[in-house]
């Protein structure tokens, strides 16, 4: 039972400076979903660009798209998922991810595109297959399946192998059997017939590389980026990347229809 809380439960992690500067330029709000108060930002004007992060990350986390799709005339939105940032919470799942996401497609969509950061990726996709409407994704260092994030869970927690199995029960039952595919982007992305830049760093120690290359084969619409240098998180502030993100919106997300 302390494994399977253990597996909700998040972290939060203190807000940066830089992180702080990117937030007193935001238009701050607040939205109930599922009973949790959840923070969202908001800057600039035009056509939405949802910006989505990873676990133990934060909204403000992926501050370094902001100026870069501002001045592409978008204006960009992002939140913290139950349990971050300065929502509130100390667990949550795939589902609440996917409910703030589609709260917010409410009140701000249509989107021009859709930015996800690591476990971003899969809610992200997620979201779409249930309805979420944009023309065109990023999808950042993301896990392409459910049992590669379990592996890390238990490798770093060097769980024994009779607690992983029982672990994995566990999860069965309480999200339902198929959460193992409905968690997994590479069965979410099957059929999702967008624009995607898939962006990864080759030196990337938690998610391999491989990965990205595997979903940019199973996405009709899919490019590959792939970064050397910039791990898991300066990812989000290397201007190569923001800049190609941008840039990539830009050119597939202003498109009407």
Not at 76 to 85: E, L, W
Not at 223 to 242: F, M, Y
């Amino acid at each position: 039972t302390w494994m399977a809380s253990r597996w909700s439960a998040t972290k939060r992690y203190p807000i940066s400076q830089r992180q702080k500067n990117y937030a007193l330029h935001a238009l701050r709000g607040s939205l109930s979903v599922a009973g949790q108060s959840i923070a969202s930002y908001a800057w600039g004007q035009g056509p939405p660009v949802l910006l989505v992060h990873g676990w133990n990350g934060q909204g403000l986390q992926l501050g370094g798209f902001i100026d870069p799709l501002l001045k592409y005339g978008f204006r960009v939105i992002s939140f913290d998922a139950p349990g971050h940032g300065y929502s509130t919470g100390k667990h949550t799942n795939i589902y609440d991810f996917v409910g703030v996401i589609k709260e917010l497609d409410r009140s701000f969509g249509p989107y021009a595109g859709i930015i996800a950061h690591s476990f971003g990726v899969p809610c992200t996709t997620l979201a779409v297959k249930l309805g979420v409407r944009t023309k065109a994704l990023v999808l950042l260092s993301g896990p392409i399946n459910l049992a590669t994030v379990f592996k890390l869970f238990t490798d770093y927690l060097d769980v024994p192998v009779k607690i992983r199995d029982l672990l994995r029960s566990k999860i069965s039952h309480q999200y339902g059997a198929d959460i193992w595919q409905i968690a997994s982007v590479e069965h979410t992305a099957v059929g999702l017939n967008l624009p995607t830049l898939i962006v990864h760093d080759k030196n990337d120690r938690g998610l391999a590389w491989r990965q990205a290359e595997k979903l940019a084969g199973l996405m009709p619409q899919a490019e590959l980026k792939l970064t050397e240098g910039l791990g898991h998180h300066r990812i989000l502030i290397a201007s190569e990347v923001t800049q190609a993100a941008s840039e990539f919106i830009f050119r597939h997300g202003r498109k009407t229809g």
